[in-house]
């Protein structure tokens, strides 16, 4: 677990080499800003419950251009070299501010493009993600299911023990660390994540 609350990212729980650039430790979060990532250090193996606090910065201040954040399970935590800069495999949650939704898929690299291959896709409006509030994610694998809980802002409070999307997956992945990640830079539009209170533990 990491509450970021020295100014200091850890080298046991983060690796830095696979971290994207853009990452900071302020304020007792972890700042991701266009398509900034954090990765852990150490490989979870199912069944684990992982949890953490979000809020989004509105600098696009168009809705078009809003943030997307990713929570990738099963991941090397490699990026794609060039842009977007997608982590390019494991299994990922995507909890979309544009579209108001949360969906599962698995990353994958077609030809010249990365690809996320949905599992589960939630109708739009199903989740609003307001800016400039916090909202707690629990996520729970099992190695053949995974669960979303979501709560805060104007959700639905029954999301905080009712899953927002399940889904059960029957691939399997090479490694097994997690890694959140944000949108990048597009079209003159910066985008900011802040994570609070990261934890991990075994179910």
Known sequence: EDDFADEYLDPDKWDLGRCRKGLREMDGYARLRNRASLVT???????FELAFDWTWLDWAEDPLYAEHLNVVLHTTGHHRPVHSFEITDGLVISLNTVAAHVNVGVAEVLPNRPHIRHLKEMPEKTTVFAADKRYHVRITD?????????????IDPNYATTPIVEVEYAETFTEHRIAVYNREFVSGAKHESHIRNFKVRKL
Do not use: A, I, N, Y
């Open 142 to 154: 099992t190695g053949k299911k995974v669960t979303v809980f979501v709560s805060g802002g104007k």
């Open 41 to 47: 250090h150490r490989s979870f193996d199912e069944p």
